[in-house]
């Protein structure tokens, strides 16, 4: 079946410009994760949505930093005003298991600020 | 703190060995922990899990085993083949309602034909 698909794959954006990273979860899927992996780095938690439940943000690095899941689907990563260190892969990843077990990631958002 | 780490960088290996990636961990309070396989360009990719009341599971060709007296987990490949090189992840969950994975650094295992 169909797994994670993110959008763009690929985004080059000047710095203080605003961005969106899209993800579509596996059909099903309540639990939806995103994660930024710099270059050579593991993978850092930003923020998780279950259901209808209030997102854990605790690991968003910045108020600059936002997301959304509407229709307990597809979710928006928002960076505003968008900084050097800001460049990195965004993944999503879902899960039909709430607490963070059996994550699917896709296949990841490569941002570049210039 | 939080961390969870690997104990080489680099491994490698002659196809047909075995393969073992190591990985420690900080939290005891963890009750979960996931290896993932990561290619070049590519999302991480599910490999194995193992709950914190296991101390083995097994897969196809792959085995993990999970040591909570010294926080240390470890992830056996059969015959590596070629198409096992990537980047190998452990990753654990802190338990409770959380989603939080943390991941360890990665270790590149490299397969010599």
């Known amino acids: 079946g169909a797994g994670v698909s993110q959008s763009p794959s690929n985004k080059v954006t000047e710095k203080g410009k605003d961005v969106e990273l899209r993800c579509d979860p596996i059909s099903g899927h309540t639990a939806l994760y995103w994660y930024r992996q710099s270059l050579g780095q593991g993978l850092e938690f930003l923020i998780y949505f279950q259901g209808n439940s209030a997102p854990d943000k605790s690991g968003l690095p910045s108020d600059r930093f936002s997301a959304e899941r509407t229709g307990g689907s597809v979710s928006t990563l928002t960076i505003q005003r968008t900084q050097q260190e800001d460049s990195a892969v965004y993944l999503c990843?879902?899960?039909?298991?709430?607490?963070?077990?059996?994550?699917?990631f896709g296949p990841g958002t490569r941002l570049t600020v210039t | 703190g939080e961390s969870v780490g690997l104990h080489l960088p680099t491994l490698s290996v002659q196809e047909g060995d075995n393969s073992i990636i190591n990985c420690a961990y900080s939290n005891s309070a963890s009750d979960y922990f996931i290896w993932y396989k990561q290619e070049s360009g590519k999302g991480p990719q599910f490999i194995i899990d193992?709950?914190?009341?296991?101390d083995k599971r097994q897969g196809q060709r792959v085995t993990v085993l999970l040591n909570k007296t010294v926080k240390h987990l470890s992830l056996q490949i059969a015959a590596t083949q070629p198409g096992d090189s990537a980047v190998y992840f452990c990753?654990?969950?802190?338990?409770?309602?959380?989603?939080?994975?943390?991941f360890g650094q990665g270790t590149t295992l490299q397969v010599k034909p």
């Open positions: 990753a654990e969950n802190f338990g409770g309602n959380t989603g939080k994975l943390i």
């Open positions: 990843a879902s899960s039909s298991t709430p607490g963070g077990y059996e994550q699917y």
């Open positions: 193992i709950r914190s009341n296991m």
